[in-house]
T-cell receptor, first 112, second 116 residues
């Protein structure tokens, strides 16, 4: 079953603009992770935010977590053509800490 | 480190044939996961191992699917007999549990399976 649901399903923006993707989940979590998948490749881990954290930064990435709303957002600032990929959120529940459940992903296209 | 290595990258087989997918995790990682990705169902966890022992196989679709991890550096996912609905990209991933919080997963590049 899907725990996380990303929104929007697809996003197309111009290079240099910011991209925001959202993720909603259903049950209490231990942590939430974001991954990127380029076409024909495996998923690559971007950032992990723990349930007691509210915001985290990594380079051009900013992730927020609102456990009261069971939602997270991923912001990519100053987008580049190389950011074109699918982005997935994944959640780990407290009960199944090593068992990550992925959402359906957001397909991001950066237009030059 | 070379990362998680999967083979083959592509597999085309006829319905009813046995298919074996292979995975070499990152050295030192003690968790190994098998996922399946399709357009319709997204990324589904099939089974995962800890220290070579299967922990949760509740995602394995049916008895035609089996997975083994004979040692820390090798795992197989076998489908026997294969069916067209098994067509998907199968990913192997590994991780190292450094603390009470999850460590990130490291994915291989997947095996694209086509069953005709």
């Amino acid at each position: 079953s899907q725990q996380g649901e990303e929104d929007p399903q697809a996003l197309s923006i111009q290079e240099g603009e910011n991209a925001t993707m959202n993720c909603s989940y259903k049950t209490s979590i231990n942590n939430l992770q974001w991954y990127r998948q380029n076409s024909g490749r495996g998923l690559v881990h971007l950032i992990l935010i723990r349930s007691n954290e509210r915001e985290k930064h990594s380079g051009r990435l900013r992730v927020t977590l609102d456990t009261s709303k069971k939602s997270s957002s991923l912001l990519i600032t100053a987008s580049r053509a190389a950011d074109t990929a699918s982005y997935f959120c994944a959640t780990a529940t407290i009960q199944g800490a090593q068992k990550l459940v992925f959402g359906q992903g957001t397909r991001l296209t950066i237009n030059p | 480190d070379a990362g998680v290595i999967q083979s083959p990258r592509h597999e085309v087989t006829e319905m009813g044939q046995e298919v074996t997918l292979r995975c070499k995790p990152i050295s030192g990682h003690d968790y190994l996961f098998w996922y399946r990705q399709t357009m319709m169902r997204g990324l589904e966890l099939l089974i995962y191992f800890n220290n070579n022992v299967p922990i949760d196989d509740s995602g394995m679709p049916e008895d035609r699917f089996s997975a083994k991890m004979p040692n820390a550096s090798f795992s197989t996912l076998k489908i026997q007999p294969s069916e067209p609905r098994d067509s998907a990209v199968y990913f192997c991933a590994s991780s190292f549990k450094a603390s009470s919080y999850n460590s990130p997963l490291h994915f291989g590049n997947g095996t694209r399976l086509t069953v005709t």
